[in-house]
């Protein structure tokens, strides 16, 4: 089994109280953590304003961390969960993430989705289209990635996007190319795409849920007539790692008080799904997942900008031993 953990970048309000001064110091010195604890990846949200509210909290974008993190860390490989399609004509993601590629060594995962959040869409100027567009959008810029990645010089006709002989040099380091996440759940649309296009997918949710949607890929990878074994299954969580019960309990009554002068604390614990566990209840969680086939688990711990022991102590006792 493989792992990753998000970054504290603040849009899960995850850096407020710390001086904006300190956040590229109490950034970096997470990443190096995190690839220091067994965590094969590190990941960012791509998103421009806070979460669950709009608040005037930072948000760091996420291909300017990507970017940052190429020329500073070593051998952690560097993810987006995800990049929301509309928010960048995919030819120029395309050269971004190659140019990326390049300067970390080969470490990109190409996270893609459709995106979702309504409110960012309308305060920043993008169209929010409707879900069948949106995905539409998706299906035509990974294609569009993945010829560029690939070849020389790519036109496209498609119903969103239109290329003309574009060129993108460099191209990426990794081969046959940068591994792409395509992030989400939807059944008939997006599970989709992903049978056609991903060697990852992501998506979250209860044990019968989360089994259930592996076998809707399943079902369209052969429809599409694509290798379901080859594609990676993964899923996210939202949790602290902490050594016993008394220190659960601890810990979630300073997520409340951190989050209380921004949002409704027990609303937003309860929409992310936020737990205090024990290495040996984490491990009691996910075994049935694994059991199903989940293959990679990403985490994202809210305390690790503050106390990065959690995600040490999930590094110490929880990888080995879901890996044991």
Excluded at 62 to 80: I, K, P, S, Y
Excluded at 156 to 171: F, I, N, R, S
Excluded at 185 to 206: D, I, M
Excluded at 259 to 276: C, M, T, Y
């Amino acid at each position: 089994m493989r792992f990753g953990s998000f970054l504290p970048q603040g849009w899960r309000l995850d850096l407020a109280g710390i001086p904006v001064e300190q956040h590229w110091d109490t950034m970096l010195f997470t990443a190096k953590t995190i690839e220091a604890s067994g965590f094969e990846s590190l990941w960012v949200f791509d998103h421009f304003q806070t979460v669950p509210v709009r608040t005037q909290e930072v948000t760091y974008e996420a291909w300017t961390l990507m970017a940052a993190l190429a020329a500073t860390t070593d051998t952690v490989r560097l993810g987006q969960m995800c990049t929301c399609t509309p928010y960048r004509q995919p030819s120029y993601l395309a050269k971004v993430a190659s140019s990326i590629d390049v300067i970390s060594g080969g470490r990109v995962e190409m996270g893609i989705g459709a995106g979702w959040y309504e409110q960012e869409f309308d305060g920043y100027g993008y169209a929010y289209r409707k879900p069948s567009e949106r995905i539409g959008m998706l299906r035509e810029g990974v294609e569009i990635m993945q010829r560029m990645w690939g070849e020389e010089l790519v036109s496209y006709e498609g119903q969103y996007y239109t290329l003309k002989e574009a060129v993108c040099q460099p191209k990426p380091l990794q081969k046959p190319s940068i591994p792409t996440w395509i992030a989400g759940g939807g059944e008939q649309l997006t599970l989709r795409v992903a049978a056609q296009y991903a060697q990852y997918t992501n998506w979250s949710g209860a044990i019968d849920e989360w089994s259930h949607k592996s076998s809707v890929l399943q079902a369209h990878c052969a429809a599409v007539g694509t290798d379901f074994g080859a594609i990676t299954r993964s899923m996210n969580r939202t949790w602290f790692c902490v050594p016993d019960e008394a220190a659960a309990k601890d810990k979630m009554d300073w997520f409340a008080e951190a989050l209380s002068p921004f949002v409704d604390p027990g609303k937003a614990i309860a929409r992310w799904g936020v737990e205090a566990l024990t290495p040996e209840q984490m491990v009691e969680q996910i075994r049935p997942y694994q059991s199903k086939g989940m293959d990679y688990l990403i985490s994202f711990f809210p305390d690790a900008a503050y106390d990065p022991s959690g995600l040490e102590l999930f590094g110490r006792e929880v990888i080995p031993a879901l890996n044991a």
